[in-house]
């Protein structure tokens, strides 16, 4: 139990790092009322998230990188914030756009994953 503990903290720690440096980075380079850094973060997050579950990976595997960082990295809490704002703001046509977005092109990922990591581990 407090190995698979550690292995869900460690990823937890760098997936959170992983999440605030690339989030920076794609702030910094594309300014921008619409939330595509959250956007990108978290359908990247759904494809990769699909290839740990598609590879059929090993328990302690599946806890550092599957439920640690996976789980730090995505983040649907801000996702929920960020559309909140857009309603304040009353930019619907955004926020729709990225409410559609996230989740068809997030479920779409997740299932292109599962199968590339399925592929992966023949």
Do not use: C
Not at 18 to 40: E, H
């Amino acid at each position: 139990m407090i190995f698979n503990i550690a292995w869900v903290a460690i990823g937890g720690f760098f997936g959170a790092i992983s999440r605030f440096g690339l989030s920076t980075l794609i702030k910094g380079k594309y300014p921008t009322t619409f939330p595509f850094a959250t956007l990108l973060i978290n359908l990247l997050g759904s494809f990769l998230l699909g290839i740990i579950v598609g590879g059929n990976l090993g328990n302690s595997l599946r806890l550092l990188l599957g439920t640690g960082f996976m789980g730090a990295f995505t983040t649907f809490s801000t996702f929920k914030l960020e559309t909140i704002q857009l309603h304040i703001q009353r930019k619907w046509n955004v926020m729709i756009l990225y409410i559609a977005s996230s989740y068809l092109f997030g479920i779409l990922l997740a299932f292109l994953g599962i199968h590339f990591g399925i592929l992966l581990t023949r």
